[in-house]
């Protein structure tokens, strides 16, 4: 990367950092990754402008993406821990490739004999390469081609409501859960547009079902729902609840969009001008979207620096506006705030 336009607390320079610390301790815990490249960071006086949670957002883009993968823990099968996803592409468009994967020990994704500059978007790598010898040569560099049917796997379309009755359903037959420490509540009467602090404590007035998230002795906060009742948890079930080997943090974060809009406050998406990109809009999203709707996305999108109000902004070519404002209205029923219309 080009130390003239990109310094060490810009996105795409903390996606490396984390992505290096990856192949040398994965499988690691997210909290492992993060407190390697801050021990890194500190000495060089970039901490203050590089936080933990600016390095936790990124990763949990690289995991989204693909770069990384989260699995249950082999020798822990009640925790989980990040591993290595191969070397692998996806064609994005006849001749430009989305590059995925972490190689073991430091060593780089692609040499110099592939030939074509890899572009770093943010979290995103890509190269351009001559689309009749491409495949061929990244195949030769060890890459496998993922397919876009499996890169952009996603649940069947549902309704909000369908959704949390489901899961409900499943802690009407769940044990009792007894104490729960340190329990964290994704507070669904707080804003969608603040991410963050919707994040708190029980209550002792919290009565109703939650995401939630609670600590474990090895690993990363684990991702659970929750039955509360006067602020003491009644019953619980762990995330994901069909698939081990899937998203814990997906399955959350589309739960929360139904519970979201099933209580007639959807998630927001926010389309408007992009002045410095003719032909194109700007897209902002103000929460996390489950990696498969961040791999939709990203099929058209480009990740650009993010508005002072968004958690994401994407730069989205008019011709495909109108297919991602069906995509996250059917899958996240989300609410699509079109600033200005389609021009």
Request: glycine share 8%.
């Amino acid at each position: 990367m080009d130390e003239t336009v990109i310094d060490l607390s810009a996105p795409e320079a903390i996606c490396s950092s984390l992505r290096r610390a990856a192949s040398f301790l994965c499988p690691a815990t997210p909290r492992e990754l993060v407190d390697a490249v801050m021990e890194v960071l500190g000495p060089l006086d970039v901490s203050s402008s590089a936080t933990r949670g600016q390095l936790a957002t990124q990763l949990d883009l690289l995991v989204a993406i693909g770069d990384l993968v989260e699995l249950p823990n082999r020798m822990d099968l009640g925790s989980r821990k990040l591993y290595l996803a191969p070397p692998s592409y996806v064609t994005q468009a006849p001749g430009r490739y989305l590059l995925l994967g972490v190689r073991p020990d430091g060593l780089p994704l692609l040499d110099e004999s592939v030939g074509g500059n890899v572009r770093h978007e943010r979290h995103v790598r890509s190269i351009e390469l001559d689309a009749t010898t491409g495949p061929a040569r990244l195949h030769a560099a060890g890459l496998h081609e993922i397919s876009m049917h499996d890169w952009r796997r996603q649940p069947s379309v549902a309704s909000a409501t369908s959704v949390v009755g489901g899961m409900r359903q499943r802690l009407d037959g769940a044990a009792q859960s007894g104490l729960v420490s340190d329990l964290k509540l994704l507070d669904p009467e707080s804003s969608a547009l603040h991410y963050r602090a919707r994040w708190r404590l029980p209550a002792d007035g919290d009565s109703g079902d939650y995401v939630a998230r609670r600590p474990q002795a090895y690993g990363a906060d684990l991702w659970s729902f929750v039955r509360v009742e006067s602020g003491r948890p009644l019953a619980l079930i762990d995330l994901p609840t069909d698939d081990p080997a899937g998203s814990a943090c997906d399955e959350a974060w589309r739960l929360q969009a139904a519970i979201d809009a099933a209580r007639g406050k959807p998630q927001l998406v926010r389309i408007r001008p992009d002045g410095g990109a003719p032909g194109s809009r700007t897209l902002d999203l103000f929460g996390p979207v489950p990696g498969w709707a961040q791999r939709y996305l990203e099929l058209a999108a480009v990740p650009v620096p993010r508005a002072r109000d968004a958690l994401l902004t994407y730069r989205v070519p008019l011709w495909a506006i109108g297919e991602l404002t069906e995509f996250f209205t059917d899958m996240l029923w989300m609410h699509v705030n079109d600033e200005g219309g389609v021009a």
